[in-house]
């Protein structure tokens, strides 16, 4: 390969490199901001077994919090809690989920996904991703 044709080469190759890196960093650059929902120790307090939030599901345990994603794993339908029999029911398939968030049945396939949440002194914070 002549001198010229590998610096050809060489230049062609940095702009793609460094055009597929800049290309990665935009799309990370793009991703919303995690979204995060605060509920107050008053708030907690009047929680019996679970609190729907409009994108979450806060599960209260003897000790602690279990948070999920309220989209359903198998087409994303807004869930539902059925108190009677203590589970979590999607409203469009019948998937049923545990309050642990295992699934138990219906085309879901797939436990819920869970979210992070932080117990603090003022309350708990739940970042939706
Ligand atoms: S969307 Fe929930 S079971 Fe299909």
Known sequence: MKRRDFLKFLGFFSIGFFGFLGLQNLAYLSRPAPKKIFLSKSDLEKIKTLYLGEDFILVKKEI??????????????????????????????????????????????????????????????????
Do not use: M, W
């Open 64 to 129: 602690g919090y279990l948070s999920f994603s309220r989209r359903c794993p198998h087409l994303g339908c807004k869930l539902n809690f059925d108190p009677e029999r203590e589970l979590i029911v999607c409203p469009c398939h019948q998937s049923k989920f545990t309050l642990q968030g295992k699934f138990l049945e219906g085309p879901a396939k797939k436990d819920l996904r869970k979210i992070p949440s932080k117990l603090k002194d003022e309350g708990l914070e739940v970042e939706l991703t």
